[in-house]
């Protein structure tokens, strides 16, 4: 089993660079998926963890893809389930080493970069962007001005880094991380995935 996990940066398209590589390689791609296995865990409803994934006011909720930096507790009731931060981090983790374990596949988010650290047959993948690039992403994207969707990225990428420190204690932007750095700037969503696949195939040989 082989595990590829993708870490990036705000504005960088990476949704679509996951889905092409799960398409060429024929792996499964987690992203949203683990909400519902999650849900499981926990016994809790999909929507109700998925809402918690959209509350600005969510840390580990949105640990995903998104990361904030504010901490949530928030009890369902007693007789189908408590979700707090710890245990969807403890799940959370679980579930991505389990992934790890069991199939190969795809890791968008989730820092399986930093769950999965060390492990063999599993490749780290950062993709970045130069600040131009990401503003104009962002600004198409949510269809903003240049000012909101620089607030939003540094906002995203703050805390990014706040919940990888405060969890792993480690820097989410150390090199040491990775095994592949691809700048989305001067790279095409097609042109990072046959990176990413010729990465692999040179660590696996």
Not at 42 to 66: G, K, N, T, Y
Request: aromatic residues 8%; negative net charge; glycine residues 4%.
């Amino acid at each position: 089993m082989a595990v590829i996990t993708i870490s990036r940066e705000c504005g960088v398209e990476s949704e679509k660079v996951a889905s092409l590589l799960a398409e060429k390689l024929g792996w499964e791609y987690i992203g949203k998926k683990l909400v519902a296995r999650i849900a499981e865990e926990l016994h809790i409803s999909e929507s109700e963890v998925e809402a918690f994934r959209q509350d600005s006011q969510s840390r580990l909720l949105r640990f995903v893809d998104r990361y904030t930096c504010s901490l949530v507790q928030k009890v369902v009731d007693r007789e189908r389930g408590c979700l707090d931060d710890n245990a969807y981090f403890d799940t959370t983790k679980r579930l991505v080493e389990d992934i790890y374990e069991s199939e190969d596949a795809i890791i968008l988010g989730w820092a399986g970069q930093c769950i999965l650290r060390g492990k063999p047959d599993a490749l780290h993948v950062r993709l970045i962007k130069d600040e131009e690039g990401k503003i104009d992403t962002i600004m198409k994207r949510f269809k903003i001005g240049q000012k909101a969707a620089k607030d939003y990225i540094n906002r995203e990428e703050k805390d990014s880094k706040s919940l990888i420190k405060h969890y792993f204690n480690v820097d989410w932007n150390d090199v040491h991380l990775y095994d592949l750095i691809i700048d989305m700037g001067k790279t095409s969503i097609e042109e990072a995935a046959d990176k990413i696949i010729n990465n692999l195939k040179t660590k696996s040989s």
